[in-house]
């Protein structure tokens, strides 16, 4: 449960911010978009976290994404490795999201407040990777002892 939360804590509310704040960022159609996804996965994670919390489980997929590639599998496929796929894409479009705002000198332009929280959702993505790289470290070793 702990590596779980630890997920939702440092990679899916981080993406939602990147997906809101780039959205806010880009505007127009494709930002209004981005905003939406955002909030949905935002609201995604919130029930996910209260799962872990009181039920200590998700109750439900990570994402939007993981949950739209749900209707494309025949129904011989694995569901997890769609959902696999969708959170995947996720994935892609949070990196991606990041590469474009720096890569177009678009966090310049950011106003202060909104600087600071992705400034915050980096830190944490950043963290959470480290944290489970080096978690999984630690339990591959414990196996072997």
Known sequence: MRMDL????TVGLPFCGFKILAGLSLGG???VLLVGLGVLDAVINGINLLGLLVNRRRPMA???LALAALPFRKPSASRQKWLDLGNSLDVLLAF???ALMIGYGRLAAMPAERLSVWNA???LNVLGA???RFGASLRDLSRDA
């Open 6 to 9: 630890l997920e939702v804590l």
């Open 29 to 31: 159609p494709p930002g």
């Open 62 to 64: 990570a994402c939007t």
């Open 96 to 98: 991606a999201l990041v």
């Open 121 to 123: 959702c980096v830190i």
């Open 130 to 132: 480290g944290l489970g």
